[in-house]
């Protein structure tokens, strides 16, 4: 349970001692999640039971997780919390949610350093590397530029430039996605390379689907943002919102680099 210091909403009224549910919900469906996905990997395999066990049990999983980070950050994030110590808290929370984050893809990384000690190269071993992916990766790379500077256009009380640019990192997102279902989408049928393709597949489509969870997740927060912007919200003093979604991108388009390096150019190493 998450508990926030007392402090003043933007309109002015006292916030009392508050309490949420929703981080132990997205707790318990990352969870359900991260088994349903081992398990459906394990049945694949083994045939021990059905897969559609392992599957709905990922189903749920997800539902709740998403569940549990839309009610947190429509709660948390997304209410008023202004200047000084509240906001020093959010930004603070934000760092320490990224630094689980950090454990989370360390973990990932570990298996495929680990896949690697074997030999190397693996006979179904695609062609990563392509101009699609270069694509992705210049447009991921511009969508922290257009959301540092929609950033400091609201903290120089510009609210043009702050509306604009942050719309465009939305639309950047978005495309980044869409690019990423397009790869998968020839990887599969193009080259036959699926999750089940070895333990390269797995590591690849984990990893990979991690990063892609991560930057859906950064689309709908700075979807968030934007309808409210819209709606003449934030300025110079209440960035909050802004700041601790910007802190979440910027780390999501760092690992992005490090999967094109290590993942996508190193396999071919």
Same mark, same amino acid.
């Given at each position: 349970?998450?508990?926030?210091?007392?402090?003043?909403?933007?309109?002015?009224?006292?916030?009392?001692?508050?309490?949420?549910?929703?981080? #132990?919900?997205?707790?318990?469906?990352?969870?359900?999640?991260? $088994?349903?996905?081992?398990?459906?990997?394990?049945?694949?395999?083994?045939?021990?039971?059905?897969?559609?066990?392992?599957?709905?049990?990922?189903?749920?999983?997800?539902?709740?997780?998403?569940?549990?980070?839309?009610?947190?950050?429509?709660? $948390?994030?997304?209410?008023?919390?202004?200047?000084?110590?509240?906001?020093?808290?959010?930004?603070?929370?934000?760092?320490?949610?990224?630094?689980?984050?950090?454990?989370?893809?360390?973990?990932?990384?570990?298996?495929?350093?680990?896949?690697?000690?074997?030999?190397?190269?693996?006979?179904?071993?695609?062609?990563?590397?392509?101009?699609?992916?270069?694509?992705?990766? $210049?447009?991921?790379?511009?969508?922290?530029?257009?959301?540092?500077?929609?950033?400091?256009?609201?903290?120089?009380?510009?609210?043009?430039? #702050?509306?604009?640019?942050?719309?465009?990192?939305?639309?950047?997102?978005?495309?980044?996605?869409?690019?990423? $279902?397009?790869?998968?989408?020839?990887?599969?049928?193009?080259?036959?390379?699926?999750?089940?393709?070895?333990?390269?597949?797995?590591?690849?489509?984990?990893?990979?689907?991690?990063?892609?969870?991560?930057?859906?997740?950064?689309?709908?927060?700075?979807?968030?943002?934007?309808?409210?912007?819209?709606?003449?919200?934030?300025?110079?003093?209440?960035?909050?919102?802004?700041?601790?979604?910007?802190?979440?991108?910027?780390?999501?388009?760092?690992?992005?680099?490090?999967?094109?390096?290590?993942?996508?150019?190193?396999?071919?190493?």
């Amino acid at each position: 349970m998450v508990e926030t210091a007392t402090g003043t909403d933007h309109g002015g009224h006292e916030e009392g001692e508050h309490r949420s549910r929703w981080p #132990f919900v997205a707790a318990m469906g990352a969870g359900a999640l991260y $088994a349903g996905v081992a398990l459906y990997v394990l049945t694949a395999r083994t045939g021990v039971a059905p897969r559609a066990i392992g599957a709905g049990m990922a189903v749920l999983g997800f539902v709740g997780l998403c569940v549990g980070l839309a009610g947190w950050v429509v709660e $948390a994030f997304f209410g008023h919390p202004g200047p000084g110590d509240r906001g020093a808290i959010y930004r603070l929370a934000t760092i320490l949610f990224l630094g689980t984050d950090v454990a989370t893809f360390g973990a990932g990384f570990v298996y495929y350093f680990f896949v690697r000690l074997s030999a190397w190269p693996p006979s179904e071993l695609p062609h990563l590397l392509g101009s699609l992916v270069l694509l992705n990766t $210049a447009i991921l790379v511009a969508s922290s530029f257009t959301l540092h500077f929609a950033h400091e256009g609201l903290e120089h009380g510009n609210r043009r430039r #702050f509306v604009g640019l942050l719309g465009v990192t939305v639309a950047l997102g978005v495309i980044f996605l869409v690019g990423q $279902a397009v790869e998968y989408y020839e990887l599969l049928v193009a080259e036959g390379f699926s999750l089940q393709t070895g333990v390269l597949g797995s590591a690849f489509y984990g990893l990979t689907g991690l990063h892609g969870f991560h930057v859906f997740l950064g689309v709908v927060l700075l979807g968030l943002a934007f309808g409210r912007a819209l709606r003449g919200d934030y300025d110079a003093e209440w960035d909050t919102s802004i700041a601790t979604t910007s802190l979440y991108w910027h780390f999501v388009d760092g690992v992005w680099l490090f999967l094109v390096v290590v993942l996508y150019a190193g396999a071919t190493l």
